[in-house]
């Protein structure tokens, strides 16, 4: 991982609304429908589609579209590299 993906990784978890939507998500162990997203945080629509995309230009969300049906899963490959770069900054 570059020093830039990680800093746009960490902008990311750097808002408490993305992170109660990677907790939801996670919550699911495994995929979460766009809807249920809307129904467990009390945010309008345009904004959560605003984190959502923040999120996914992270990379820390996969996306599936299925009509126009969309859901929603963590991407844990990103996290582990994500956190396998942190690693470097520990003694």
């Known amino acids: ?3 830039k993906k990680a ?4 902008k990311a978890l750097g808002d408490p609304y993305r ?9 699911q162990s495994g995929w979460l429908q766009c809807g249920a997203v ?5 945010l309008a629509q345009s904004t ?12 820390l969300l996969i996306v599936e579209k299925d009509g ?3 859901r929603y899963q963590l991407n844990q490959e990103v996290f582990a590299d994500y956190i396998s770069y942190l ?5």
């Open 1 to 3: 991982m570059n020093a």
């Open 7 to 10: 800093e746009r990784i960490s």
């Open 19 to 27: 992170l109660k939507i990677l907790e939801a998500v996670k919550s």
């Open 38 to 42: 809307l129904d467990m945080i009390d």
């Open 48 to 59: 959560i589609s605003h984190h959502i995309k923040q999120l996914t230009d992270a990379e």
């Open 68 to 70: 126009r049906n969309v």
């Open 87 to 91: 690693t470097l900054f520990v003694g």
